[in-house]
């Protein structure tokens, strides 16, 4: 009696694998939509970051009365803040000596698109704030497979927008 109990407690083998096969299958559903939200996520950072550093470019620009520009670089995805030295006549912008002199990167999925109100130097983009000017209006746009995220620039505001494709 002990044996019979015993053995009529386990599982089979075929109960096993149909188990390992319900989970197989509903993992290769899961893993492509996780995929995608971990993209969307950072796009949605790297959107936030630059927001943030053009809001931070307006703030300099604003207080300290020296031209700043952000320049965009398509080509390998990357951009930074640049300021010009001083206020005496010299227009050439150099990169900030603190944290943000360094180039930051967009997510290698993300790509650049749309991007109107930039100025274009040697496949560069950028836009200046000047101070002694009218602050521009610009967007642009970053995209992976079916999320645009736009940046837009409308003089001292900065929005963040999202649409899907």
Not at 133 to 147: C, G, H, N, T, Y
Request: some cysteine; aromatic content about 10%.
């Amino acid at each position: 009696m002990k044996n019979r109990a015993f053995i009529q407690s386990g599982f089979t083998l075929f109960e096993l694998v149909v188990v390992l096969a319900i989970i197989s299958v509903m993992m290769m559903v899961i893993i492509p939509y996780a995929r995608r939200s971990n993209e969307s996520l950072q796009l949605k950072e790297d959107c936030l970051n630059v927001t943030e550093l053009i809001k931070y470019a307006l703030d300099l620009a604003t207080h300290t009365k020296r031209t700043t520009k952000i320049v965009i670089n398509p080509q390998d995805n990357s951009y930074w803040l640049e300021i010009v030295p001083d206020t005496m006549g010299n227009k050439n912008c150099e990169p900030l000596d603190n944290f943000l002199c360094n180039p930051r990167y967009f997510n290698k999925n993300a790509r650049l698109t749309d991007i109107t109100g930039f100025d274009t130097e040697s496949n560069k983009h950028y836009i200046v704030f000047d101070p002694a000017k009218q602050w521009p209006d610009a967007s642009f746009s970053l995209s992976v497979r079916d999320l645009i995220e736009t940046i837009k620039i409308n003089g001292r505001q900065v929005e963040l927008e999202e649409s899907a494709i």
